[in-house]
């Protein structure tokens, strides 16, 4: 089946300028999660949805980052005023039972 | 979430056997233990996931002891493919998943 996609694959903005970054989960899975990653680090968790519940955003870095997820299903992050320590690869995950997540290919976030 | 501790990195030779141990002294009594690997430019991979004592799959073995302060994921006569970076991760199960917390994982270069 289908794995989880995520959309743009590279996206370059400008400084100060918003981005929205859009994954699409594994039907049916219960649990979306978005990560990134700066160029040799580790994961850096930003905020994690789970079912009906209000979405667990204590990882993300300030109020500049906001994220929803419609109808259960579609996540957009989003990046207002864009700053250049915002570059790194966006990774979504979903997942249905457990704790064994599928990850997408990412975004590529470059802001010059 | 319990703190997990591993080795930065880890050189090995092709047909040997990799052994990567990770701390994780606060693990709770309902928390599972899980293996991610990572290729670059790609998103981490499910690789196994144990509660105690030993579990195996075609991919690897995950050792854990009776207090459950570490574990060990052994990587049977690695190949150059397996170079990556490996994640060790504590959480509790529960119906669609759990907020995760990746650390900086153990980088495993497989030489010729």
């Known amino acids: 089946g289908a794995g989880v996609s995520q959309s743009p694959s590279n996206k370059v903005t400008e400084k100060g300028k918003d981005v929205e970054l859009r994954c699409d989960p594994i039907?049916?899975?219960?649990?979306l999660y978005w990560y990134r990653q700066s160029l040799g680090q580790g994961l850096e968790f930003l905020i994690y949805?789970?079912?009906?519940?209000?979405?667990?955003k204590s990882g993300l870095p300030s109020d500049r980052f906001s994220a929803e997820r419609t109808g259960g299903s579609v996540s957009t992050l989003t990046i207002q005023r864009t700053q250049q320590e915002d570059s790194a690869v966006y990774l979504c995950?979903?997942?249905?039972?457990?704790?064994?997540?599928?990850f997408g290919p990412g975004t590529r976030l470059t802001v010059t | 979430l319990a703190k997990t501790t591993q080795p930065i990195s880890m050189d090995s030779y092709e047909g040997q056997e990799v052994n990567i141990t990770c701390s994780h002294n606060?693990?709770?009594?309902?928390?599972?233990i899980t293996w991610y690997q990572q290729f670059p430019s790609q998103g981490p991979r499910f690789i196994i996931q144990g509660y105690k004592t030993k579990v195996t799959n075609e991919v690897a073995s995950l050792f854990i002891p009776a207090d459950r302060k570490s574990s060990t994921l052994s990587l049977p006569r690695v190949s150059l493919s397996d170079t990556a970076v490996y994640y060790c991760l504590v959480g509790a199960l529960n119906t669609g998943g759990f907020k995760t917390i990746f650390g900086a994982g153990t980088r495993l270069f497989v030489k010729a």
């Open positions: 995950a979903s997942s249905l039972v457990g704790f064994e997540q599928y």
């Open positions: 039907s049916g899975h219960t649990a």
């Open positions: 949805f789970q079912g009906n519940s209000a979405p667990d």
């Open positions: 606060n693990i709770a009594t309902n928390d599972y």
